[in-house]
């Protein structure tokens, strides 16, 4: 069981390594990757231009499960923001810092990147 983890979990580290060389193609830094806390993850923190970005990267073989951006459901959103919330804490950012929150979907071969896919607030 652990070993099919690890195989998921390296398959999703190579498919945030694609989202993130996707989104430096775009024009945006990439601060960090899979920052955790023990209440959630964000996949990927990036800035971009003045915004502080909170990137959730989904990755779907097939559309049987229905699509990548489907994944990030009310739940999951809540949980990003509470983890974002303490990645500016932590990091000493305020209140007042430009913060979005950004989904990019891979269905295979496809890429989709939606900007300010949910609102934080």
């Given at each position: ?6 195989n998921k ?5 190579e ?6 060389a996707?989104?430096?193609q775009?024009?945006m830094?990439i601060?960090e990757?899979?920052?955790r806390?023990?209440s959630g993850?964000?996949?990927?923190i990036a800035?971009d ?17 229905g ?6 459901d ?12 303490c990645?500016?804490l932590q ?8 913060c ?9 071969e ?9 609102w934080g607030g």
């Amino acid at each position: 069981m652990g070993g099919i983890f690890l195989n998921k979990r390296a398959i999703g580290s190579e498919y945030e390594k694609r989202a993130a060389a996707y989104l430096e193609q775009c024009g945006m830094c990439i601060l960090e990757y899979n920052y955790r806390i023990r209440s959630g993850e964000i996949d990927l923190i990036a800035r971009d231009g003045r915004y502080l970005v909170f990137v959730e990267v989904k990755y779907r073989a097939n559309s049987h499960l229905g699509t990548p951006l489907e994944a990030v459901d009310a739940r999951k959103q809540k949980t990003i923001v509470r983890t974002a919330q303490c990645y500016l804490l932590q990091h000493g950012y305020s209140a007042e810092t430009p913060c979005r929150f950004d989904v990019i979907g891979i269905d295979g071969e496809q890429i989709t990147h939606v900007k300010d896919a949910f609102w934080g607030g």
